[in-house]
């Protein structure tokens, strides 16, 4: 137990596996984080088929489909419920792992680059959070989500360092800032954390500094 | 950098998602120790349908058909390999994470209970590794492998505390030993190493501290 104890932590997913999904490694070591001090963790996912389906061992898309919900439900036994049922009103603090399930699924930035659009749910939820005052952790590619749902509020984020990534945050009404894998920076004025993880990696050790870095700030502020 | 530093560990997956495949907390937890330790990680997994595909949101099976390796393949990131090509000589040691995808895929513990088949290639490795005095560690329902294979030598293993699962264990030629979540079972007789993992839960936390014991110990036997 710990600076957590207790408190409700809304994880949003996006399926199941880094190339069409959640990325499972950064889910995972959010949910040891979070366990580990003792958060309650309200998992959930869009209840809709996912952009597509590709193979992990040949990184191509194959002719399969499969719904983000249920897949996402394999990296939390089961525990997870559709995101219309996500109230910031039954929370203490959000986190949104990366993958690019959420650049595929979550919004629509793998297709769209600065013109992407964001799941209506996904956007009500950060919004909903944005205004009741608390925190949110946004790691790898999901604090596009963040720079694009409170891009008028001018959010402090980071996605690690690469150079175009960084100008869509900037485009859409961000402040990027360069950051080392195992580090995290904090926009105290939205209450926002982000840390880069698998968009630096190189590996799961310097990717689980981060993320626990920043589940231990996140409920700090909740 | 630790007591695993450049060791080579062999992970053997059965799949992703603990109701068909791999317990993906557990496999997760292990890359991390591993890592965390220096270790390199060789996972592998067979490249053969999985027996069946699970709903992990209803746990209903589907009709769907999925491949163990290429399933597999999404909580290493595709970095795995066919288990055919995992061989005792490339390996300083082995580890086979939890979950049903041991009992339905790497063996047929779930429809066969004390009568279950090995897959032959996770049987060869297993033998293989114990003829070359090299440690192994198994989470979970895995240890349930180790009592069949080398139930001749009379493994000392736990599963944690289910009386019926205990009893196959002892039927195969094993001791079985008590265990609660966060400890493990040495075997230095023949370098086996256990830990209940969710065979007792309830949640991640404590089933990482039994995952990371199991790795710091087998780095040292290595």
Redesign the interface.
Same mark, same amino acid.
């Given at each position: 137990m710990g600076r957590g104890a207790g408190k409700r932590v809304g994880v949003v997913l996006s399926g199941? *596996? /880094?190339?069409d999904g959640s990325e499972?490694?950064e889910a %995972? +070591?959010t949910? @040891?984080a979070l366990?580990?001090e003792g958060a309650k963790v309200r998992a959930a996912a869009p209840d809709v088929e996912q952009m597509h389906v590709v193979?992990?061992? @040949?990184?191509q898309p194959t002719q399969?489909k499969r719904n983000i919900? +249920?897949?996402a439900?394999?990296?939390v036994? *089961?525990q997870?419920v559709p995101l219309d049922e996500l109230h910031a009103c039954d929370l203490d603090a959000l986190v949104v792992p990366g993958g690019y399930g959420v650049a595929k699924n979550l919004c629509s930035f793998a297709v769209d680059g600065p013109r992407l659009q964001v799941h209506p749910e996904v956007e009500r939820v950060v919004r909903e959070m944005h205004a009741a005052r608390k925190p949110q952790g946004f790691i790898c590619i999901a604090p596009m989500i963040a720079a694009k749902v409170l891009g008028s509020h001018h959010p402090r984020l980071t996605i690690g360092n690469d150079p175009q990534t960084a100008t869509t945050v900037r485009e859409l009404g961000g402040e990027h800032v360069e950051c080392p894998v195992d580090e995290i920076v904090v926009d105290e004025v939205n209450l926002l954390l982000s840390t880069p993880a /698998?968009m630096l990696g190189p %590996?799961?050790?310097p990717v689980?500094a981060g993320i626990e870095r920043l589940i231990a700030r996140l409920l700090v502020m909740a």
């Amino acid at each position: 137990m710990g600076r957590g104890a207790g408190k409700r932590v809304g994880v949003v997913l996006s399926g199941c *596996g /880094y190339l069409d999904g959640s990325e499972i490694q950064e889910a %995972t +070591v959010t949910l @040891l984080a979070l366990d580990r001090e003792g958060a309650k963790v309200r998992a959930a996912a869009p209840d809709v088929e996912q952009m597509h389906v590709v193979d992990h061992r @040949l990184a191509q898309p194959t002719q399969e489909k499969r719904n983000i919900l +249920v897949e996402a439900a394999r990296i939390v036994r *089961g525990q997870i419920v559709p995101l219309d049922e996500l109230h910031a009103c039954d929370l203490d603090a959000l986190v949104v792992p990366g993958g690019y399930g959420v650049a595929k699924n979550l919004c629509s930035f793998a297709v769209d680059g600065p013109r992407l659009q964001v799941h209506p749910e996904v956007e009500r939820v950060v919004r909903e959070m944005h205004a009741a005052r608390k925190p949110q952790g946004f790691i790898c590619i999901a604090p596009m989500i963040a720079a694009k749902v409170l891009g008028s509020h001018h959010p402090r984020l980071t996605i690690g360092n690469d150079p175009q990534t960084a100008t869509t945050v900037r485009e859409l009404g961000g402040e990027h800032v360069e950051c080392p894998v195992d580090e995290i920076v904090v926009d105290e004025v939205n209450l926002l954390l982000s840390t880069p993880a /698998y968009m630096l990696g190189p %590996t799961i050790a310097p990717v689980a500094a981060g993320i626990e870095r920043l589940i231990a700030r996140l409920l700090v502020m909740a």
